[in-house]
T-cell receptor, first 116, second 112 residues
């Protein structure tokens, strides 16, 4: 199957700093990428949908100024957690949908963010 | 608003048992339903995808069924193995945008 790579897989940062997470589709082009957040023992919650070359669409309750999403190319989307706080500690997972119609999205391996 | 529920939340079985995981959704107007596997601290691996027009899908020891009218899906795992231990998530696609709504998962432990 298609491969979606996230980097880094783990990151620890100090409160108040910003962290950037990358999501790359390695062997296909993706018009749309999705960012999810997962708290311990809870399900994945969609944060935002990003389309290449346009602004991301955020789900209700997600602060767009705190979670900056950039989808500058058909193979890369980035999520930047700005001024991170301990409550932002979570598992962040991206998924990418290939250009081909009727193809489901493929998921990255996730990024564990810990804010201390 | 679509809500997806999975029961049980956790399940522990001895190796070799056949088992069933349940997923229910509140709005039957779905495009498809997927079952995923998630190992601790890892991403998601898609196991089976059932289109809204289908009743079931099979892959190896896995069989997933879908009953749209009752808002239910089951994942059947035959002859379970310790390597099947993981969290199993179901998710429904509710429109053409490819957004998925996930259940909270079932944590499965298969004891040797």
């Amino acid at each position: 199957g298609a491969v979606v790579s996230q980097h880094p897989s783990r990151v620890i940062c100090k409160s108040g700093t910003s962290v950037k997470i990358e999501c790359r589709s390695l062997d296909f082009q993706a018009t749309t990428m999705f960012w999810y957040r997962q708290f311990p023992k809870q399900s994945l919650m969609l944060m935002a949908t990003s389309n290449e070359g346009s602004k991301a669409t955020y789900e209700q309750g997600v602060e767009k100024d705190k979670f900056l999403i950039n989808h500058a190319s058909l193979t890369l989307s980035t999520l930047t957690v700005t001024s991170a706080h301990p409550e932002d500690s979570s598992f962040y997972i991206c998924s990418a949908r290939p250009l081909e119609a009727y193809t489901e999205a493929f998921f990255g391996q996730g990024t564990r963010l810990t804010v201390v | 608003k679509q809500e997806v529920t999975q029961i049980p939340a956790a399940l522990s079985v001895p190796e070799g048992e056949n088992l069933v995981l349940n997923c229910s959704f509140t709005d039957s107007a779905i495009y498809n339903l997927q079952w995923f596997r998630q190992d601790p601290g890892k991403g998601l691996t898609s196991l089976l995808l059932i289109q809204s027009s289908q009743r079931e899908q099979t892959s190896g020891r896995l069989n997933a069924s879908l009953d749209k009218s009752s808002g239910r899906s089951t994942l059947y795992i035959a002859a379970s193995q310790p390597g099947d231990s993981a969290t199993y998530l179901c998710a429904v696609k509710v429109d053409s945008s490819y957004k998925l709504i996930f259940g909270s998962g079932t944590r499965l432990l298969v004891r040797p």
